[in-house]
Protein backbone atom coordinates (compact mmCIF):
# COMPACT_ATOMS: atom_id res chain seq x y z
CA UNK A 1 0.00 0.00 0.00
CA UNK A 2 1.30 3.53 -0.83
CA UNK A 3 1.99 5.49 2.24
CA UNK A 4 0.88 8.64 3.19
CA UNK A 5 2.89 11.40 5.31
CA UNK A 6 0.69 13.87 8.05
CA UNK A 7 1.51 16.28 10.76
CA UNK A 8 0.90 14.62 14.11
CA UNK A 9 -0.85 17.38 15.20
CA UNK A 10 -2.69 20.78 13.73
CA UNK A 11 -4.45 23.49 16.27
CA UNK A 12 -6.97 26.43 14.59
CA UNK A 13 -9.19 28.87 16.43
CA UNK A 14 -13.34 28.43 15.87
CA UNK A 15 -14.63 29.95 12.39
CA UNK A 16 -11.36 29.99 10.89
CA UNK A 17 -10.22 27.80 8.09
CA UNK A 18 -8.28 24.65 8.48
CA UNK A 19 -6.24 23.05 6.01
CA UNK A 20 -4.68 19.82 6.56
CA UNK A 21 -1.82 18.83 4.52
CA UNK A 22 -1.06 14.97 3.15
CA UNK A 23 2.06 13.99 1.06
CA UNK A 24 1.40 10.78 -0.94
CA UNK A 25 4.64 10.82 -2.99
CA UNK A 26 4.07 7.28 -3.92
CA UNK A 27 0.81 7.70 -5.05
CA UNK A 28 0.11 5.28 -8.04
CA UNK A 29 -2.23 6.03 -11.08
CA UNK A 30 -4.79 3.85 -9.47
CA UNK A 31 -5.24 5.01 -6.24
CA UNK A 32 -7.94 7.61 -4.53
CA UNK A 33 -7.37 9.48 -1.85
CA UNK A 34 -9.59 8.68 0.68
CA UNK A 35 -9.92 11.32 4.21
CA UNK A 36 -11.78 9.79 6.70
CA UNK A 37 -11.63 11.26 11.02
CA UNK A 38 -12.31 10.16 14.10
CA UNK A 39 -13.88 11.80 16.84
CA UNK A 40 -12.68 10.67 20.31
CA UNK A 41 -13.88 7.21 21.17
CA UNK A 42 -15.88 6.75 18.21
CA UNK A 43 -15.24 4.82 14.87
CA UNK A 44 -14.38 7.08 12.16
CA UNK A 45 -16.34 8.54 9.68
CA UNK A 46 -16.14 9.17 6.04
CA UNK A 47 -14.99 12.98 4.99
CA UNK A 48 -14.09 12.88 1.16
CA UNK A 49 -12.11 11.36 -1.50
CA UNK A 50 -11.03 12.49 -4.85
CA UNK A 51 -9.20 11.01 -7.40
CA UNK A 52 -7.52 13.89 -9.75
CA UNK A 53 -9.75 17.16 -9.74
CA UNK A 54 -10.58 18.88 -6.61
CA UNK A 55 -13.98 18.09 -4.33
CA UNK A 56 -16.08 19.42 -2.78
CA UNK A 57 -18.84 18.29 -0.21
CA UNK A 58 -20.83 19.47 2.89
CA UNK A 59 -18.56 18.38 4.90
CA UNK A 60 -14.88 19.90 3.19
CA UNK A 61 -12.92 20.50 0.16
CA UNK A 62 -10.47 18.42 -1.24
CA UNK A 63 -7.73 19.89 -2.97
CA UNK A 64 -5.49 17.57 -4.87
CA UNK A 65 -2.19 18.89 -6.36
CA UNK A 66 -1.48 18.66 -10.37
CA UNK A 67 0.88 16.02 -10.07
CA UNK A 68 -1.14 14.06 -7.06
CA UNK A 69 1.88 14.01 -4.98
CA UNK A 70 0.08 15.68 -2.02
CA UNK A 71 -3.36 17.17 -1.05
CA UNK A 72 -5.10 19.16 1.46
CA UNK A 73 -8.25 18.37 3.46
CA UNK A 74 -9.97 22.54 3.72
CA UNK A 75 -12.52 22.76 6.69
CA UNK A 76 -13.81 26.19 5.69
CA UNK A 77 -14.89 26.84 8.60
CA UNK A 78 -13.90 24.86 11.82
CA UNK A 79 -16.24 24.48 14.53
CA UNK A 80 -15.55 22.58 18.27
CA UNK A 81 -17.37 19.47 17.12
CA UNK A 82 -14.25 19.46 14.25
CA UNK A 83 -11.80 18.18 16.65
CA UNK A 84 -10.73 15.03 15.64
CA UNK A 85 -8.01 13.01 14.31
CA UNK A 86 -8.08 13.35 10.34
CA UNK A 87 -6.68 10.35 8.42
CA UNK A 88 -5.52 10.19 4.66
CA UNK A 89 -5.49 7.01 3.00
CA UNK A 90 -4.81 5.93 -0.90
CA UNK A 91 -7.27 3.05 -1.33
CA UNK A 92 -6.96 1.28 -4.71
CA UNK A 93 -9.60 1.99 -7.53
CA UNK A 94 -9.91 -1.68 -8.15
CA UNK A 95 -9.19 -4.53 -5.84
CA UNK A 96 -9.32 -4.79 -2.26
CA UNK A 97 -11.45 -2.21 -0.71
CA UNK A 98 -9.50 -2.39 2.82
CA UNK A 99 -8.37 1.16 4.00
CA UNK A 100 -5.07 1.59 5.59
CA UNK A 101 -4.71 3.94 8.52
CA UNK A 102 -1.74 5.85 9.09
CA UNK A 103 -0.89 7.98 12.29
CA UNK A 104 -3.19 11.14 11.21
CA UNK A 105 -3.52 14.48 12.56
CA UNK A 106 -5.10 15.67 15.64
CA UNK A 107 -7.01 18.56 15.14
CA UNK A 108 -7.68 21.14 18.05
CA UNK A 109 -9.76 23.77 17.87
CA UNK A 110 -10.16 26.81 19.90
CA UNK A 111 -12.68 28.30 21.43
CA UNK B 1 -26.51 7.33 5.48
CA UNK B 2 -25.83 3.24 6.28
CA UNK B 3 -25.76 3.20 9.88
CA UNK B 4 -23.35 0.53 10.91
CA UNK B 5 -23.79 -0.63 15.02
CA UNK B 6 -21.74 -3.05 17.46
CA UNK B 7 -22.55 -4.60 20.14
CA UNK B 8 -22.06 -4.62 23.27
CA UNK B 9 -20.20 -1.20 23.14
CA UNK B 10 -18.47 -2.06 26.20
CA UNK B 11 -16.92 -5.69 27.88
CA UNK B 12 -14.72 -6.58 30.85
CA UNK B 13 -14.08 -10.17 31.04
CA UNK B 14 -11.85 -12.33 32.71
CA UNK B 15 -8.95 -13.34 31.50
CA UNK B 16 -9.06 -16.68 29.80
CA UNK B 17 -12.78 -16.19 28.74
CA UNK B 18 -13.70 -15.35 25.38
CA UNK B 19 -15.61 -12.93 23.91
CA UNK B 20 -18.07 -12.28 20.88
CA UNK B 21 -18.12 -9.23 19.46
CA UNK B 22 -21.24 -7.88 17.15
CA UNK B 23 -21.49 -5.96 13.91
CA UNK B 24 -24.75 -5.04 12.08
CA UNK B 25 -25.18 -3.52 8.82
CA UNK B 26 -28.73 -1.89 10.08
CA UNK B 27 -30.05 -0.60 6.63
CA UNK B 28 -28.30 -2.35 4.01
CA UNK B 29 -26.41 -5.80 2.90
CA UNK B 30 -22.99 -5.69 3.19
CA UNK B 31 -21.29 -8.24 1.48
CA UNK B 32 -17.60 -6.89 2.94
CA UNK B 33 -16.74 -6.30 6.62
CA UNK B 34 -13.80 -4.99 7.87
CA UNK B 35 -12.66 -5.54 11.57
CA UNK B 36 -9.51 -2.98 13.05
CA UNK B 37 -8.11 -3.04 16.41
CA UNK B 38 -7.26 0.50 18.32
CA UNK B 39 -5.01 0.63 20.75
CA UNK B 40 -5.20 3.93 22.99
CA UNK B 41 -3.51 6.65 21.51
CA UNK B 42 -2.54 4.46 18.04
CA UNK B 43 -4.04 4.53 14.96
CA UNK B 44 -6.62 2.13 13.80
CA UNK B 45 -4.71 -1.29 12.71
CA UNK B 46 -6.92 -3.73 9.97
CA UNK B 47 -6.86 -7.13 11.37
CA UNK B 48 -9.21 -8.82 8.84
CA UNK B 49 -11.89 -8.68 5.83
CA UNK B 50 -14.68 -10.55 6.14
CA UNK B 51 -16.77 -11.77 3.16
CA UNK B 52 -20.39 -13.31 3.46
CA UNK B 53 -20.04 -16.96 3.33
CA UNK B 54 -16.70 -17.26 2.93
CA UNK B 55 -13.70 -17.30 4.93
CA UNK B 56 -12.50 -14.19 6.39
CA UNK B 57 -8.67 -12.95 5.05
CA UNK B 58 -6.64 -11.79 7.83
CA UNK B 59 -3.57 -9.18 7.91
CA UNK B 60 -0.08 -10.58 8.04
CA UNK B 61 0.54 -11.09 12.08
CA UNK B 62 -2.64 -11.74 13.43
CA UNK B 63 -3.51 -14.90 14.71
CA UNK B 64 -6.77 -16.53 12.98
CA UNK B 65 -7.25 -19.07 15.68
CA UNK B 66 -7.71 -16.24 18.84
CA UNK B 67 -9.84 -14.04 16.43
CA UNK B 68 -12.11 -15.88 14.81
CA UNK B 69 -14.67 -14.19 12.68
CA UNK B 70 -17.86 -15.40 11.01
CA UNK B 71 -19.77 -13.65 8.36
CA UNK B 72 -23.18 -15.48 8.17
CA UNK B 73 -25.39 -13.28 6.75
CA UNK B 74 -25.18 -10.15 4.88
CA UNK B 75 -25.56 -7.85 7.67
CA UNK B 76 -23.87 -9.40 10.77
CA UNK B 77 -20.25 -10.45 11.41
CA UNK B 78 -19.11 -11.59 14.51
CA UNK B 79 -15.21 -11.31 16.09
CA UNK B 80 -14.93 -13.29 18.89
CA UNK B 81 -11.70 -13.11 20.80
CA UNK B 82 -10.80 -16.59 22.11
CA UNK B 83 -9.07 -16.91 25.25
CA UNK B 84 -8.63 -13.34 26.19
CA UNK B 85 -5.53 -11.96 27.82
CA UNK B 86 -4.55 -8.41 28.95
CA UNK B 87 -2.63 -7.62 26.27
CA UNK B 88 -5.88 -8.06 24.38
CA UNK B 89 -7.62 -5.27 25.89
CA UNK B 90 -8.53 -2.79 23.25
CA UNK B 91 -11.20 -0.54 21.22
CA UNK B 92 -12.32 -2.73 18.91
CA UNK B 93 -13.99 -1.33 15.18
CA UNK B 94 -15.76 -2.95 12.41
CA UNK B 95 -16.87 -1.11 9.06
CA UNK B 96 -19.06 -2.57 5.74
CA UNK B 97 -18.91 -1.67 2.39
CA UNK B 98 -22.83 -0.95 1.01
CA UNK B 99 -23.03 -2.06 -2.55
CA UNK B 100 -25.40 -0.40 -3.71
CA UNK B 101 -23.52 3.19 -2.29
CA UNK B 102 -20.42 2.41 -4.94
CA UNK B 103 -16.78 1.07 -3.33
CA UNK B 104 -15.92 4.75 -1.96
CA UNK B 105 -17.14 5.10 1.18
CA UNK B 106 -16.72 2.70 3.90
CA UNK B 107 -19.23 2.88 6.61
CA UNK B 108 -17.75 2.00 10.57
CA UNK B 109 -19.71 1.19 13.71
CA UNK B 110 -18.93 3.01 17.12
CA UNK B 111 -16.61 0.19 18.42
CA UNK B 112 -16.41 -2.12 21.09
CA UNK B 113 -13.79 -1.09 24.10
CA UNK B 114 -13.06 -4.90 25.65
CA UNK B 115 -10.89 -4.86 28.92
CA UNK B 116 -9.63 -8.04 29.81
CA UNK B 117 -8.33 -8.43 33.64
Known amino acids: DAKTTQPNSMESNEEEPVHLPCNHS???????IHWYRQLPSQGPEYVIHGLTSNVNNRMASLAIAEDRKSSTLILHRATLRDAAVYYC????????????FGQGTRLTINP | GAVVSQHPSWVICKSGTSVKIECRSL??????MFWYRQFPKQSLMLMATSNEGSKATYEQGVEKDKFLINHASLTLSTLTVTSAHPEDSSFYICSARDPLAGVNEQFFGPGTRLTVL
Open chain 2, 27 to 32: DFQATT
Open chain 1, 89 to 100: ILRLIQGAQKLV
Open chain 1, 26 to 32: TISGTDY
